[in-house]
Structures are given as C-alpha cells and as structure tokens.
C-alpha cells in the first residue's frame, strides 16, 4: 500500500494555481461541463482572476476540504479534479466531488479509477466511515460510474434546480466503510 | 391575502431583528444545552459566552447585508417582546428557487407552546409569497426525532436519508433531508381556509 495516490490509469496530485488556474480557465468555459458540476450559473473567469483565486486557498488552512488534480499515468496529462468537501473528521463522514475538464477522457474509465483511489485515501489514510455525494440527475454518465465502484442511492431532494424551463432533483449517493471493505474483500477472491 | 399586511405577525410570535443589547445574554444561555446545539449543525457543538454571541451577532447582521443569500430573524413573544428563539433562511439560490431553513425555540420550557410552528408559519409565506421561492429544505439528523415530527407535520416530505452520517455518543445517525415544494404549501393552504 505504497501507493496510495496511484491506480491503474491516474494518479491524483497537488498541483500550484497557477497549473490549476489554466486548466479551470479553459474548463470552465464549457458550459455543458459546468451544467453536470455546478448549480451556479456559468460565468467567465479570466486566467489571472483563476490564479487570485487560488492563490487564496494557499493562504487559508482548509480544514474541511481536501482537493487533488487528476493526471493520467500514460502521459501525465492534467485531465480533471476531484476533492473531498463537507469533511466532518467527528462525524467520519464527507461529500467527494469529482469532475473531468477534458472531454476526450469521458467514458474511459478514468474517472471511475479516480474515485476508486480517492475511496482508498478516504477509507485508509481518513478512517472515514463514510463518503457520499450528490448528482444532478440528468448525469446519468457519473452515476453508471458512482454505482460501479459501489455508491448506493439514499435518496433525491427533489425539483431542487431549474434549467432548460424543466426542474430537476439531487440525487444522494453513499458507501459506508463496511460496503467498501466487503468490495475489496471480494475483489480480491475474485483474482 | 391582502399587500397591506404584516408578515412577520403571527398568532403568539412575531419575527424581529437582533436586540444587540438584549439578546446576547439569552442566546448565551441557550447555548450551554448542547442539545440545541446538536440540532442545529452538524459542527461540533460548543457554548459561547455573551462577548463571543455578541460578534456572532455583529457577523451575522453583515452577512445578510453583503451576501444575499440569507435572512435571519430572532422570534420574539407578542406579549412582552422576550425572544424565544430564531429561524434563518439560509443558502438562497436565486437562479433555482431555492433555500434551507433552520428553527429554534431556545428555552426547553418554552417549546411545545405553539411558538415554532406559528414562525414557521410565517416564514413559510415570506419564502414563497414574498421572496418567491420554489422550494425549502430541512436538514434534520435522527436523533431529533422532535424535530422531524414538527417539519413532517407541517408538510415537508422525507427525501433523503444519508445513512450513519452522524456520530454521537458513541451512536451513528442517519442524516435526513426534507423538502417542502410551493404547490404543496399552496395546497396546505387551501386546505386550511375551508376549514
């Protein structure tokens, strides 16, 4: 358990801003991308604004919060972002949120693979007892992939987010640390 | 509904802004039941002295001011002006139509009086008569079981239960979302005018 930061097609790394700050610059101005992410309206934000951005989160010691890049292990491209928010350590509990900037890495497995290392650094590096997350429902891609690595629905807040003249719910999604520790157990006997 | 009418008067309450010289004291003390505390957020719960409620207060009046996104209003008795407690609109989005709501009756021997559900009353027409809102949420864990009753009494629907998101003595909890959509307040309402 070396390695707790790699998998078998990213790893997940610490990146400065101004890196990060290119990549949201460009990212962010791919409004279907932001409409699976964010419930805030898209706006346009320069490069130099990304960057004072962030150069702020060096500055605050973010104590529920915990964000890596994501880069891939065949050619160490910068592909997306995932991170740990709403971090209750007392309660061993926290949302994951997880998004991929780059469109040609959608459906591959690279983002799935992602999650499946951020579950190990939030189950054995934490000691979480839990992670959960929220999706929109029309990302039915993210949820396929929240389901392969072992989330289970608890529940929808409903109507919660209008766009496109239509209402559209939040859906919840948990693992608990038992589910994920009988994952691995299986995976294992698997092989 | 007439527009000439006063909607932060209720039957027993009426919803006022922040004595800064008054309130201190009381919400201190409130502060000490740890219990309330629990209710409330999920951080972990911690008294404050009348100094530090002070500034709680002076932050709050300021971040309703700039951010826009949050209403908060000390619940006070129509018959002598004491506060009982207070209720927050919190996380407006404006693009969505949407909130939270917290609510508390700060004094054990003051709850199960009528006092919280004659402010939530009122609150839940300020949100969609008067700021337009689509929809409210609660977030309740379930070791407030009094808590749920209150919100499920007066209409809002279990919709997500976050399993064993909660940890406290030595227990786990599920975390539980509620919401309230307009057209089912609407038709609360016609419910209770032909009563």
Not at chain 1, 116 to 132: C, D, P, Q, S, T
Not at chain 2, 41 to 56: C, D, H, I, T
Not at chain 2, 107 to 123: I, P, V
Request: proline share 2%; glycine share 8%.
């Amino acid at each position: 358990m070396s390695d707790l930061l790699r998998g078998e097609l990213v790893r997940l790394t610490a990146e400065n801003p101004e890196v990060m700050a290119s990549n949201f610059f460009l990212w962010y101005q791919d409004t279907g991308w932001v409409r699976f992410l964010d419930t805030d309206p898209s706006r346009l934000t320069s490069e130099k604004k990304w960057k004072e951005l962030l150069d702020k989160d060096l500055d605050k010691e973010s104590k529920d919060e915990i964000f890596f890049a994501i880069r891939t292990l065949e050619s160490d491209k910068l592909i997306g972002f995932i991170g740990l928010f709403e971090l209750f350590k007392h309660h061993g509990d926290t949302l994951v949120a997880i998004a991929l900037g780059e469109r040609d890495y959608w459906g591959k497995g690279y983002g799935t693979d992602a999650m499946r290392i951020m579950l190990r650094y939030a189950f054995y590096e934490l000691n979480l007892r839990r992670v959960g997350l929220i999706v929109f429902e029309y990302n039915t891609r993210a949820i396929r992939s929240y389901e392969k690595v072992g989330f289970i629905p608890e529940g929808s807040v409903r109507r919660v987010m209008q766009r496109d003249g239509k209402r559209w719910d939040f859906k919840y999604m948990g693992i608990l640390r038992e589910e994920w520790l009988a994952r691995q157990a299986g995976e294992v006997n698997d092989q | 509904m007439s527009i000439d009418t006063q909607l932060f008067e209720g039957k027993l309450i009426r919803l006022g802004p922040i004595n800064h010289e008054k309130d201190p004291d009381m919400e201190s003390r409130w502060t000490h039941d740890l219990s309330l505390m629990r209710a409330l957020s999920r951080q972990p719960a911690l008294p404050l002295s009348v100094a530090q409620m002070k500034k709680k207060y002076e932050a709050i009046e300021k971040e309703v001011d700039e951010s826009k996104k949050l209403f908060h209003f000390t619940i006070r008795s129509r018959e002598d002006d004491q506060m009982l407690g207070f209720t927050r609109i919190e996380w407006i989005e404006w693009t969505h139509g949407t909130c939270s709501l917290k609510i508390a009756i700060g004094d054990l021997l003051e709850r199960n009086k009528g006092f919280g559900s004659d402010a939530l009353q009122l609150l839940m027409r300020f949100a969609f008569s008067e700021l337009n809102l689509y929809r409210l949420s609660v977030v309740v864990g379930d070791d407030n079981q009094a808590g749920l009753r209150f919100f499920k009494r007066h209409g809002f629907v279990e919709e997500v239960r976050r399993r064993k998101s909660l940890l406290r003595d030595g227990q786990t909890w599920d975390l539980i979302h509620l919401g309230l959509l307009r057209e089912e307040w609407q038709a609360m309402q016609g419910e209770s005018h032909h009563e």
